[in-house]
């Protein structure tokens, strides 16, 4: 079956530091993956997306590759913000029309 | 950009009445979604709907049921409110298979 597993949080930063949020699939077929952030209040937003093997999705300075071999679609930014403070959900979309999401990792990030 | 909005950001609700959740879309989106989000949780799928009057179960659709009349309009029906029922609920709506679901703000619902 489909599923997405990802790091446990939270996870607290100072400004500026490297970040990484591990997140690895299982999937039938050729998955998309997608990263969602969502900020206190909020509902899910995209942040990046990468739909086929060692593509890398992008955006407001995260990154993330598509690593068939590994299974796996992690989460960087090299100098966090305090605005990044968020829950970030890793997710993938395979055959179908539905998406599996992870349980969600809460970031903060202290100035 | 997409648009999902979702009829209330705050519900209190009790025990036992009928409630109903409202999302409209304004993208002419053919898929749209109900989930509920609970900490540790992450979000679960209650129902999903990919045409007008067609829906599918998701992996919790008990204690609920959904309607969806026209195209940019997906309501989620609690028949019997229960206190278990008490959580965010977020709609989403996507376009084609595989592409990014677009999601509302949420209801935060309390049922007492």
């Known amino acids: 079956g489909n599923s997405v597993t990802q790091m446990e949080g939270p996870v607290t930063l100072s400004e500026e530091a490297f970040l990484t949020i591990n997140c690895t699939y299982t999937a039938t077929g050729y998955p998309s993956l997608f990263w969602y952030v969502q900020y206190p209040g909020e509902g899910l937003q995209l942040l990046l997306k990468?739909?086929?093997?060692?593509d890398k999705g992008s955006n407001k300075g995260f990154e993330a590759t598509y690593r068939k071999e590994t299974t796996s679609f992690h989460l960087e930014k090299g100098s966090v913000q305090v605005s990044d403070s968020a829950v970030y959900f890793c997710a993938l979309s395979s055959t179908g029309n539905q998406f599996y999401f992870g349980t969600g990792t809460s970031l903060t990030v202290i100035p | 950009d997409v648009k999902v909005t979702q009829s209330s950001r705050y519900l209190v609700k009790r025990t036992g009445e009928k409630v109903f959740l409202e999302c409209v879309q304004d993208?002419?989106?053919?898929?749209m979604f109900w989930y509920r989000q609970d900490p540790g949780l992450g979000l679960r799928l209650i129902y999903f709907s990919y045409d007008v009057k067609m829906k599918e179960k998701g992996d919790i659709p008990e204690g609920y049921s959904v309607s969806r009349e026209k195209k940019e309009r997906f309501s989620l029906i609690l028949e019997s409110a229960s206190t278990n029922q008490t959580s965010m609920y977020l709609c989403a709506s996507s376009d084609r298979p595989n592409q990014p679901q677009h999601f509302g703000d949420g209801t935060r619902l309390s049922i007492l």
């Open positions: 993208m002419d989106h053919e898929n």
């Open positions: 990468a739909t086929k093997a060692d």
